[in-house]
């Protein structure tokens, strides 16, 4: 049969061409608010944004306000000033994130202190992170992978044995609970994205959010030029401490005002279309399903699996065969792809070590010299080497329909795995 064949080898595709939709949908709403303060002639810091901000807030049950940002990455920055993270203090992080959850870091001549992470879950493996701890390390970053929570009870105690901050990099995470409380709300501070893959999308940009006022003060400072007055205010233009600039535009934060009122709608169909291919693909060959451990919600942001390389005949090779894997997913009309190839000790910054200035902190002090040897991380190397994961595919608009083809191609090209 035709449908059987790998489209790779000249069959019919899976997922017929069209049938997948764009992220994020667009309606009237979002026209709305965004020709709204066009037509009020408000571009920066206006109606929306300080709504936008209040609204955040309420969203995520704090009561503190959060502060809009052009980026995720602006905010985790924001997140390593508030608590104070200066040079040569160390900060824990896992070794597999996206590589802005530690360059923030950098900025400052932090040290990022790499722990690698637990297979089942793909977050950091909070068993190894007291080793890890010296009388220099000053915070734990703890990146919700994939939008399913790190174990915050353990991130908890270990910070609280041990005098540590906690910055959440929840960038993935918007609506993942642990034990029925939302990530964001757990630590001393934490940074949400709002770039174009996230669950919620702005195009481009961030928040800034923090426990308690001081904290929020302190990052804020970064945010708008070290100024200590909000922009709508007159301001003294006086640099009161270290600052760039992050803030965003009253464009973006009106599409970001009309996504997140329609958040929780799409958090929701997304549970639906993942648990639906979840089940379709339970006896696909040489898949490894994601875990959700008790107690934890995830919020399905990247859908990843892993092939069980050695059942396939290629644990030598792992990463060749898992891209031969994905170019046939793809020619079936899969969107899928390797989020990351690279545990981000390995990267390039890490490996030089050319991202603390003119060589400081490594300069000034010898004592202590981080591991970023690729071999010390073999569980992040291994799950860089064999998995693949998928966005939107799972996101509305895109439906059960959708799921149920990307499932079918899963099994049509695993049950063909011999033939690649
Ligand atoms: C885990 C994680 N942290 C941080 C970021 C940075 O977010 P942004 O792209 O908004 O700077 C991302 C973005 O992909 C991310 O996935």
């Known amino acids: 049969m035709a449908r059987n064949k790998l489209a790779l080898l000249g069959g019919e595709k899976a997922v017929p061409d069209g049938l997948m939709k764009s992220w994020p949908p667009v309606d009237q709403t979002d026209r709305d608010l965004i020709l709204g303060s066009l037509d009020r002639k408000e571009y920066t810091y206006g109606t929306n944004y300080k709504l936008l901000e209040r609204e955040f807030s309420e969203w995520l049950g704090i009561s503190t306000p959060s502060v809009f940002c052009n980026s995720g990455t602006a905010a985790l920055h924001m997140a390593v000033v508030a608590c104070g993270c200066g040079v040569g203090d160390e900060v824990i992080a896992p070794a597999y994130t996206w590589p802005s959850s530690v360059t923030c870091c950098?900025?400052?001549?932090?040290?990022?202190?790499?722990?690698d992470i637990e297979w089942s879950t793909m977050n950091i493996d909070v068993d190894r992170i007291e080793a890890?701890?010296?009388p220099r390390t000053k915070a734990i970053i703890a990146v919700h992978l994939h939008g399913l929570p790190v174990n915050m009870d353990a991130i908890g105690r270990i910070a609280k044995k041990h005098k540590l901050l906690v910055i959440e990099d929840c960038c993935q995470a918007h609506g993942a609970t642990f034990k029925g409380q939302k990530v964001g709300t757990f630590g001393d501070c934490a940074a949400f994205s709002c770039n174009h893959n996230k669950l919620m999308c702005a195009g481009e940009g961030g928040f800034f959010v923090a426990a308690n006022e001081r904290l929020l003060g302190l990052g804020k400072t970064l945010w708008y030029f070290g100024e200590n007055r909000p922009p709508s205010e007159d301001g003294d233009?006086?640099?009161y401490g270290m600052g760039w600039m992050y803030r965003s535009t009253e464009l973006v934060a009106s599409f970001a005002r009309a996504q997140l009122a329609k958040l929780d709608g799409y958090i929701a169909t997304i549970a639906e279309n993942a648990g639906r291919f979840h089940e379709l693909v339970a006896d696909c060959p040489h898949l490894v399903r994601p875990q959700v451990p008790d107690g934890m919600v995830?919020?399905?942001?990247?859908?990843t699996v892993r092939f069980d390389m050695a059942a396939l005949?290629?644990?030598?090779?792992?990463?060749?065969f898992r891209n031969k894997i994905v170019d046939a997913l793809r020619a079936e009309g899969v969107q899928t792809g390797v989020w990351q190839g690279w545990p981000v000790p390995k990267m390039t910054?890490?490996?030089?070590?050319?991202?603390?200035?003119?060589?400081?902190?490594?300069?000034?002090q010898?004592?202590?010299?981080?591991d970023y040897s690729p071999a010390s991380f073999?569980?992040?190397?291994?799950h860089a080497d064999c998995h693949t994961g998928m966005t939107f595919p799972l996101r509305p608009p895109n439906g059960l329909e959708l799921a149920e083809r990307v499932a079918e191609a899963f099994h049509k090209v695993l049950g063909n795995a011999d033939k690649l």
Request: hydrophobic share 35%; aromatic share 14%.
């Open 106 to 115: 950098l900025h400052h001549n932090v040290i990022p202190v790499f722990v």
């Open 132 to 134: 890890a701890i010296t």
């Open 237 to 239: 233009f006086h640099t």
């Open 298 to 303: 995830t919020n399905w942001y990247n859908y």
């Open 313 to 320: 005949g290629h644990a030598h090779e792992p990463a060749a």
């Open 349 to 364: 910054v890490f490996q030089a070590r050319n991202g603390y200035g003119k060589g400081c902190p490594w300069s000034c």
């Open 366 to 370: 010898t004592e202590s010299r981080p």
């Open 378 to 382: 073999p569980v992040a190397q291994k």
